[in-house]
């Protein structure tokens, strides 16, 4: 399997690996919490480092499921393009939803720095139904990897037991302070793994590999990276 569309095959293997370990990984990490904002702002006001930990992982498994949908739907799309444009369409709107939800986490979590964790609880609590335009994207959080999964099985990409995993990630739940340690929760991230894990695999070992200036250009990118973002 060589892929020569954007974003590659390195990126979209990367990302079909790494993407559900992280999301389990965030999810673990703050686990034993409440999994309501009320009991996430008082795990970070005791432990910040763990739960500033445990966001962030999640959030770098959300970013990276892009390229592991896209590595679905071009398979899917061979045989089943409906289904897995569809698929791939949902699934990235609902991903944007994610990536949102995760920022407005990370700003409460410096409104305990900031005020306390009392006062930052009142101005959560507040301010939590608000209306953004996200929230148009909360059906396609639900519904997008269900159609992906009924597309990659038609299309014979996955078997019936991966789909049915796959169509568990539906199961996670979306929003802002979301601990997401129920075990519903952890159940459609084990079924995102045994979905895409071990075809992550299979897309990284089928070609060629990467060269080794690459492979040093892009560990040397990553530490930069954070530096330029810091002090920007």
Known sequence: MTITAIPGRWAEGTGLVLGPFLLLAGVLLRSGEDDFFPGQLAAYNADPGRMALSYGLYAAGVVLLWPAVTALARMAGRTHPGWAQWGATLVLLGLFG?????????????????????????????????????????????????????????????????????????????????????????????????ALVPLGVTVLRNGPAPRWWAVALTAALVPVAFVIGMAG
């Open 98 to 194: 994610r990536v949102f939800h995760a920022g407005v986490s990370h700003l409460a979590f410096q409104l305990v720095d900031a005020l306390g964790q009392a006062e930052a609880r009142r101005v959560v609590e507040v301010t939590y139904g608000a209306f953004h335009v996200f929230k148009a994207v909360n059906v396609c959080v639900m519904g997008g990897w269900i159609v992906l999964a009924v597309g990659a099985y038609r299309a014979r990409v996955l078997g019936p037991v991966r789909c049915v995993a796959l169509a568990l990630a539906a199961a996670l739940p979306l929003g802002v302070l979301k601990g997401s340690s129920d075990p519903l929760s952890l159940a459609a991230l084990t079924g995102l793994a045994v």
